[in-house]
T-cell receptor, first 113, second 114 residues
């Protein structure tokens, strides 16, 4: 069964460093999403992406964040200058149409020290 | 504004008991979708069900059942004859007219003891 994959599973970085989290959505999906979950808290929407542009973003998704689909298979989330409060589990999701179910990847745990 | 409330932070049951997880939502959108996701200890989010606002039929899938009531803005999830493998955090989520954006509740941690 096709699935969303994410790498790395765990990333440790120092405050102020740039990180790139990578996702490979399900191959025929067209809509892509990033969410984050601070430990023990709810899952929060960050951004949605369709047709090579951002279609929606939350208040959390400020200028420190960016997303990109650099090729036909990867979907990345970049955090330019990480802060301690960016420590969280980051989930990528994809769906095959606007009303489709979102399938989530296993997550990348980001730890900022 | 969209909001999902899961008032039960944590529930503990003994195996084979039935358990209901509550979800109350708020939205002004006329068209919306409701979801349940399971997050086992391994951390991934597993899709369980999607329901649109025009379909109030209850759904049963094996030991799982869902009760959608627009009159009370609730979308409750019942596990019948719970098993240890059901132990997880369960999230209810909502998307409105802007289907791109999901709003998650704070989750209910279910502990099923043998």
């Amino acid at each position: 069964e096709p699935e969303v994959t994410q790498t790395p599973s765990h990333q440790v970085t120092q405050m102020g460093q740039e990180v790139i989290l990578r996702c490979v959505p399900i191959s025929n999906h067209l809509y892509f999403y990033w969410y984050r979950q601070i430990l023990g808290q709810k899952v929060e929407f960050l951004v949605s992406f369709y047709n090579n542009e951002i279609s929606e973003k939350s208040e959390i998704f400020d200028d420190q964040f960016s997303v990109e689909r650099p090729d036909g298979s990867n979907f990345t989330l970049k955090i330019r200058s990480t802060k301690l409060e960016d420590s969280a589990m980051y989930f990528c999701a994809s769906s095959d149409d606007y009303y489709g179910e979102q399938y989530f990847g296993p997550g990348t745990r980001l730890t900022v020290t | 504004a969209q909001k999902v409330t899961q008032a039960q932070t944590e529930i503990s049951v003994v195996e084979k008991e039935d358990v209901t997880l509550d979800c109350v939502y708020e939205t002004r959108d006329t068209t919306y979708y409701l979801f349940w996701y399971k997050q086992p200890p391994s951390g991934e989010l597993v899709f369980l069900i999607r329901r649109n606002s025009f379909d109030e039929q209850n759904e049963i899938s094996g030991r799982y059942s869902w009760n959608f009531q627009k009159s009370t803005s609730s979308f409750n999830f019942t596990i019948t004859a719970s098993q240890v493998v059901d132990s997880a955090v369960y999230f209810c989520a909502l998307s409105g007219n802007n289907f791109n954006k999901f709003y998650f509740g704070s989750g209910t941690k279910l502990n099923v003891k043998p």
